[in-house]
């Protein structure tokens, strides 16, 4: 007999927005691209922090475009960093890019961005012509 496994995620109330921007582009080849950005937000609602980071996309087609990239979050302060990796498919609707994906956050931090270590997190982007961008963050529990 199979195993049924009953899985229920919750995704909670987001736990980062961020404004940023696109901040270098470049062709690597046919239908790829590499891409470094970097944005300013607010983590928990009062941790201000700096992110950067890079991804490469490729356009499938369509309208449907995969990133897998990877970041750095950093305190204003410059005290306490985390990494992350992520996986997104942008798909163009209404005109802009609409970008959903998955990050997983790791940290050495003891601090207030140690609530981010191993955490499994949804994302949605949106990125206009100009490549400034705007995304909203929740963990999944």
């Known amino acids: 007999e199979l195993l049924k496994l009953k ?10 927005e ?12 046919g239908n790829r ?9 607010t983590l ?3 941790i201000e922090v700096i992110n950067k980071g890079d991804f490469v996309s490729i356009s499938k087609g369509n309208k449907v475009t995969h990133a897998q990239g990877q970041g750095v979050i950093m305190t204003k302060d410059g005290t306490e960093k985390a990494s992350y990796t992520f996986l997104a498919v942008g798909i163009t609707e209404e005109g802009k890019p609409v970008f959903r994906g998955s ?5 050495d931090s003891t601090g207030r961005l140690a609530f981010l270590n191993n955490i499994l997190s949804f994302f949605q982007l949106e990125i206009d012509a100009a490549g400034n961008f705007l995304s909203i963050v929740r963990e999944l529990k």
């Open 44 to 46: 928990k609602g009062n």
């Open 33 to 41: 691209s590499q891409s470094m950005y970097s944005a300013e937000g």
């Open 18 to 29: 961020e404004k940023g921007r696109i901040t270098d582009q470049q062709e690597i080849g």
């Open 103 to 107: 990050a997983v956050y790791s940290t």
């Open 7 to 16: 899985m229920r995620y919750e995704a909670e109330e987001p736990f980062f």
